[in-house]
């Protein structure tokens, strides 16, 4: 059975930082192109960063560079998305996402609350 469940969101102040983590089972997760999303309602999902299978090779919206880093485990199936100095606009449900070829996993979300 495939599975991402995500962790680690929460409440944070502007300008704090936040580790979401992402735990993959049910599929060979070295293999896989991991990103991360997020959504705010009434929005679509909007791409943040992605990283290569062997995690040689990231990705990141123009927003985010230099603030957010998105590590990988390979040996622990498990994807982060370090983030940083964050606003309160970053506000969102945050997801992984799971890519090989045609395939794609979703992971339920973690929501992320930048607030004073």
């Known amino acids: 059975q495939v599975q991402l469940v995500e962790s680690g969101g929460g409440l944070v102040q502007p300008g704090g930082s936040l580790r979401p983590s992402c735990l993959a089972s049910g599929f060979t997760f070295s293999t896989y192109i991991m990103s991360w999303f997020r959504q705010v309602p009434g929005k679509g999902r909007e791409l943040v960063a992605s990283?290569?299978?062997?995690?040689?090779?990231?990705r990141y919206t123009d927003s985010v560079k230099g603030r957010f880093t998105i590590p990988r485990d390979n040996a622990k199936n498990t994807s982060f998305l370090q983030m940083n100095s964050l606003k309160p606009e970053e506000t969102a449900v945050y997801y992984c996402k799971a890519v090989r070829r045609v395939r794609g996993y979703w992971g339920q979300g973690t929501q992320v609350t930048v607030s004073s």
């Open positions: 990283i290569r299978e062997a995690g040689d090779s990231t």
